[in-house]
């Protein structure tokens, strides 16, 4: 059953082909960046805009292992720790369900849900450690206050100092944290309240924590940048990621009944508690209001269902410790059957590549040596940071550029009013575009453009030798300004 539960987490992975996330290209360059330097960046590396600004490489970690999978098996390797990191997060979540309620099937079934819901997240983004240390953390707060035994809580520390080196929403863990350390707080005041949490205890792990997060190359400066990367979400909110649920498929629903079940879980307890109530209104908040954060409500309705349903005394089997290496082996096993049936290799992956990001375009300008300055669109600035090693005019660190860049980069490819006078636009020497963009079309009506490469994908355009009367002509306003600005 458990090798069912981890190769469904597999499939889960594979299905997502995570070498197609233009994402994951610019967090490579910033593990190959680091790999070639032997250091941090502090300044952007990767365009000419934020070439002076602070550059905070806060997923460093995370970059470095993801690049060291490249190296070492290819575009496999990408998709192969995108499937580890699906089975080890189904494993920590199992584990956290199997101590809070020991019937084996319903924790089976409890766990499959909760990878169900997040499985559009199995991509090779930093946010898979993030969910990973997440139900770590909440595995430890949850036996503490359920069962007394608080010794596992120092474990929480080094999670931390690994946690914020992967990724920036170990913000998220302190502050579930910063809950149980409020309950503990109030249970001295009021006798109602009933924890296993001591707030002596709690205070020094919280702290313990809080000076853990400072390990990391840019210190306490860290948490300006997460206060940075919120206040930008909510100008973002056009970009898929961060907006709400959407309910349109079957994932979409099953956040809203995590939501439910553990709210009538919570409302069926004779003394629900103050963690566990604040902990599920904290998930819900922050999963319905972006996309990417549902794993947070999966995994805390996961908890809270397993801690507030019956056990049932005739379904308890155990794992054995002496079973594991034969669980790893079939799992290891299955997910292999995985790859072969879906024909995961990197001649297939290099072809699906081809088929959305501009490859066979970027050979192209190698070839000619077209050279930029460079514009591009948002989500293409990654693979380009990686495949042409020169600087791009945007890609997907929203805090180097700000939201009003972000948002006129994206009215520029839809054609929107303005596009002529966009400066970046203006003076660039290398146009990559995608092929159904509405810039394209309103760029090939420019006489001082030319469209010297073209594919399924992606268009390219340099500097046309247009008469010197078009270009001071009023009927090409954007070829007018283009000669003023360069």
Known sequence: MLVV?????????????????????????????IVDHRAIP?????????????????????????????????????????????????????????RLNSTFLLGVGITFLSIFTMGRL?????????????????????????????????WLPPIFAVWVNMHIQFVDGLIVLGIALVEALLATRWRA??????????ALIFAGCV??????????????????????????????????????????????????AATAALARARKPSVFEVVLLAFSVIVSFRSQRDIWVLAIV???LLASNVAEHMEDQFLLKVSSIPLLSLSTVAAAALVFFLMGINDTALQER???????????????????????????????LIWSMRQPVSIYGRNTVYGVQKVLRSDATWNGQVGWDSDPDLLRANLIIAKRGAPLVQLLQLQPCLQAVYEDPVAVVFIPGKAPAEAANSPVFPFCAARKIQQ
Request: net charge neutral.
């Open 5 to 33: 539960l981890f190769t469904a987490a597999v499939s889960f992975a594979v299905r997502l082909v995570g070498v197609i996330d233009t994402d994951l290209w610019w967090h490579m360059a910033v593990g190959r960046w």
């Open 193 to 202: 309240i009933q924890t296993n949490f001591r707030a002596a205890r709690m």
């Open 301 to 303: 309705g996961a908890a």
């Open 353 to 383: 590549l081809g088929k959305s990001l501009p490859i066979a375009a970027v050979d192209a300008i190698e070839a000619h040596g077209w050279s930029g300055p460079l514009y591009n669109d948002y989500g293409w600035g990654g693979y």
């Open 211 to 260: 000076v853990a997060t400072f390990v990391n190359p840019y210190g306490p400066r860290i948490y300006k940048v997460a206060y940075d990367l919120v206040a930008q979400g909510a100008g973002l909110a056009h970009l898929p990621e961060l907006t709400a649920i959407p309910f349109r498929t079957l994932d979409d629903w099953c956040v809203l009944f995590f939501a439910l």
């Open 42 to 98: 502090y300044t952007e590396p990767f365009s000419e805009i934020g070439s002076s600004k602070p550059f905070e490489a806060y997923s460093w970690l995370f970059e470095l292992v993801v690049y060291w999978f490249f190296q070492k098996f290819g575009l496999v390797g990408i998709v192969v720790f995108s499937s580890a990191m699906a089975v080890a997060i189904a494993a920590a979540i199992h584990h956290l369900v199997r």
């Open 122 to 154: 199995y991509t090779p983004r930093p946010w898979l450690p993030s969910i990973l240390f997440f139900a770590l953390e909440l595995d430890i707060l949850m036996k503490a206050r359920k069962k007394g035994e608080t010794r596992e809580l120092y």
